[in-house]
T-cell receptor
């Protein structure tokens, strides 16, 4: 089983739609969770951290379910500029590297 | 500079040649990571430095790969006797380093080196 698994997509949604991505992780001891965004031919950039209580940043909401070992990202009122690949990222605490999922590709269509 | 700088941005080499990739992290960042990304694939972890030491080399795919970091700053990734399967984008990232009990800090990535082995 891969450490971090994501549906590769693509998710093709119209502007204004709400879209949700899920990600599962295999190591139950994982402590830190993030969503990164990667535009085509660009480097990944941190979108948001994921906290146990769930967190929201504008149109973006992240949730963590430790019991089921999955993380979700909800995007409301999708914009054309949201088109990108969304990477689910997991780490054990301490001196351990971040493990990246392969990403979920989103295309927002006018 | 303000961000992570990698050079060269593109490298084309012949199979069997050695290549050296360079990463200049953000000033003051103690942690430095190397990842690689093949076309359409996710990021594959290669090696991680905390200061000049590498606590985790588990991702290096073979003994042809090595990396060092000097002065707690610049890092070089060396690939000896390159093979066609080494072709990928090699990404370097830096961070302030893990916070005890809280895990890793946000990673800042460079633009990567596109390596093509012919």
């Amino acid at each position: 089983r891969k450490e971090v698994e994501q549906d590769p997509g693509p998710f093709n949604v119209p502007e204004g739609a709400t879209v949700a991505f899920n990600c599962t992780y295999s190591n139950s001891a994982s402590q830190s969770f993030f969503w990164y965004r990667q535009d085509c031919r660009k480097e990944p950039k941190l979108l948001m951290s994921v906290y146990s209580s769930g967190n929201e940043d504008g149109r973006f909401t992240a949730q963590l379910n430790r019991a089921s070992q999955y993380i979700s990202l909800l995007i409301r009122d999708s914009k054309l500029s949201d088109s990108a690949t969304y990477l689910c990222v997991v780490s054990l605490s301490g001196n351990t590297p971040l493990v990246f999922g392969k990403g979920t590709r989103l295309s927002v269509i006018a | 500079g303000a961000g992570v700088s990698q050079s060269p941005s593109n490298k084309v080499t012949e199979k069997g040649k050695d290549v050296e990739l360079r990463c200049d992290p953000i000033s003051g960042h103690t942690a430095l990571y190397w990842y690689r990304q093949s076309l359409g694939q996710g990021l594959e972890f290669l090696i991680y430095f905390q200061g000049n030491s590498a606590p985790d080399k588990s991702g290096l795919p073979s003994d042809r790969f090595s990396a060092e970091r000097t002065g707690g700053s610049v890092s070089t990734l060396t690939i000896q006797r390159t093979q066609q399967e080494d072709s990928a984008v090699y990404l370097c990232a830096s961070s302030l380093g893990p916070i005890v009990g809280q895990g890793p800090e946000k990673l800042f990535f460079g633009s990567g080196t596109q390596l093509s082995v012919l």
